[in-house]
Structures are given as C-alpha cells and as structure tokens.
C-alpha cells in the first residue's frame, strides 16, 4: 500500500555541485509530475513524464535541468550546477492518467538546500 | 499568468469558527481538485469536484462547484487546530498536467 515515495527527503549542495532526486510513483501509477515550491508559495508545474517519454516539460528551466522516467525504476530529476536559488521544496505526483478526474497524488517532497 | 486565483491568501481564525474559502477562474474548469498540505509534507488529496453544481461533504469539509464550472469553493464548520494548513486547488491543463493555485494559508488558532 505504498504511496509515492521520494528520496532523499532533504539534501544539501554547495553550489556547483548536482542534485539528483528521486521518485518512485504509486503501485500502478505511469504518470509523474515534479512541482517546485519555494516558501510560503504554492506549487509550480515543472514537468510532466509517462514511461520513457517527457510529455510536457513547459515549467522546467532550460539549462541545468533535466528529468527522466526510465522503462525501470524512479524517476530523477537532475539539477546541474545548483545555485542558491535552486534552494526549495521538489515534490512529485504521479497518477494513472485515466479518468475525468486525472487525480494525482504527492509525494512527501525533497528540500533542497543548497549552500 | 495564474490560472487559478485563490482567496484570501491568508486567513487565522478562532478554533469553533466558520470559514470558506475560493478558487476561480476565467475559463471553464472539466474537475477541479481540493488539496491540503501541512508544513513539510506533500499535498493531500481531499476531494475532486467534476459536476456543475456539483456539492461534496467530508465530514466538516463541504465543497461546492460552480454551476458554471468556473469557480469552487471549500466551506470548513467549527474548524479545529488541525484544520491548520494549505489549501490548494488544482484544475487539469493541457493534457494530463495540473495547475495550481497560489493557495489559502489557514492558521486555526486554539
């Protein structure tokens, strides 16, 4: 009865360096989301990936970010050459896509720090 | 540009009290999600709205859709400390994507 799990849940990076999180979707699950979340804000779209494909990438920065959903295991994204504005909670979502509803589920997040 | 407007932005009120508050837009939603999130936790789903006009209740929650599905709201009745949180609504984009609003930060206090 897992839910979506992330890790790790907290990291920290001087900067320049990389940040790799990872989610493993719901049992069941093909879609994952990544949201950022800086504090006191709500959540903003980053990407949006089924298996193997990256479906919507319109919220991600450019340069220095990256995501994947490989075939086998979690989903990564990757952030190249962090800044202190890097520095914020990262969660994912996943869902079956299926449905009126398309109803996503969290994870508990990743929280960058980057120093 | 913000799909979603959420209102107020902040709200602390006495536990015992009443609440309500919004999420709308300017185009027609197809459902529209309420979420919770406390502090230092992900988002937790609480109900999905679909129908215009649409009422939903879960347990001292009642939620409400438009009758023109542009805008929905969350009613809280004698709100408690651990109603204490942030409430999200999200509405599908695009394809599968959601977008959310900015949030009402609800401070419940004893």
């Known amino acids: 009865n897992a839910g979506v799990m992330q890790n790790p849940r907290h990291l920290v990076r001087r900067r320049g360096q990389e940040a790799r999180l990872r989610c493993s979707p719901m049992?069941?699950?093909?879609?994952v989301y990544w949201y950022r979340q800086l504090p006191e804000e709500g959540l903003k779209f980053m990407v949006y990936l089924q298996k193997e494909n990256i479906i919507d990438e319109s919220g991600m920065p450019k340069e220095r970010f990256s995501a994947e959903f490989p075939k086998e295991g979690p989903s990564i994204l990757r952030i190249q050459q962090v800044v202190r504005g890097d520095s914020a909670a990262y969660f994912c979502?996943?869902?079956?896509?299926?449905?009126?509803?398309?109803?996503?589920?969290f994870g508990p997040g990743t929280r960058l720090t980057v120093t | 540009t913000q799909l979603l407007e959420q209102s107020p932005q902040f709200l602390s009120i006495q536990e015992g009290e009443n609440l309500t508050v919004y999420c709308n837009s300017s185009s027609v939603f197809s459902s529209l999600q309420w979420y919770r999130q406390e502090p230092g936790e992900g988002p937790v789903l609480l109900v999905t709205v679909v129908t215009g006009g649409e009422v939903k209740k879960l347990k001292r929650l009642t939620f409400q859709f438009g009758d023109a599905r542009k805008d929905s709201s969350l009613h809280i009745t004698a709100a408690q400390t651990g109603d204490t949180g942030l409430y999200l609504c999200?509405?599908?984009?695009?394809?599968?994507?959601?977008?959310f609003g900015a949030g009402t930060r609800l401070t419940v206090k004893p």
């Open positions: 979502a996943s869902s079956t896509g299926q449905g009126v509803s398309y109803e996503q589920y």
């Open positions: 999200a509405r599908r984009y695009n394809n599968n994507d959601m977008r």
């Open positions: 049992k069941g699950h093909s879609h």
